[in-house]
């Protein structure tokens, strides 16, 4: 299956600063122990994947290479990323295809909005692994380990 969508990186609450480059939110995502992706379409049966740590170790390169993006860039997250330490989550974040959003703090002009920077990775890995979670999600939907 074809991953369509560009990638949207939010849901930083744990403490992402409106100073936070893509280096240094790389650098807290790389202290991760488990990364796990799962669908955001509530209409599809659910189906989480873990991260292999090779597979980890190459998508906290791609938000540390990742480049800034125009603030005018728009998609729909299809996945959700979550990095855990331990059982701790150090941060979830919406995912599409190449480009994503950095959830930094609440706008002032806007309390009830966070104010975002957009990215994008230029590496391939974040299309690699949305590819292979869709692949993997059919394949267990196929062999009845989910729900249709």
């Keep these: 299956m074809k991953w369509i969508c560009a990638l949207a990186l939010t849901g930083l609450a744990n403490g992402c600063s409106n100073h936070e480059s893509p280096k240094s939110l790389a650098r807290r995502l790389g202290e991760a122990d488990r990364v796990t992706i799962a669908s955001q379409f509530a209409d599809r049966a659910p189906f989480t994947m873990q991260l292999r740590v090779e597979e980890a170790?190459?998508?906290?390169?791609?938000?540390?290479?990742?480049?800034?993006?125009?603030?005018?860039?728009?998609?729909t997250p299809q996945l959700g990323v979550r990095f855990f330490k331990g059982t701790n989550v150090l941060s979830e974040l919406d995912v599409g295809a190449k480009v994503f959003w950095v959830n930094f703090a609440p706008d002032p002009k806007q309390p009830k909005?966070?104010?975002?920077?957009?990215?994008?990775?230029?590496?391939?890995?974040?299309?690699?692994?949305?590819?292979?979670f869709w692949q993997e999600a059919a394949t267990a939907a196929e062999t009845n380990q989910i729900g249709r």
């Design 57 to 75: 170790n190459r998508l906290v390169q791609a938000v540390a290479t990742s480049r800034k993006e125009s603030p005018l860039v728009t998609t």
């Design 113 to 132: 909005l966070r104010r975002v920077g957009p990215f994008s990775d230029d590496s391939g890995t974040l299309e690699m692994l949305g590819e292979k």
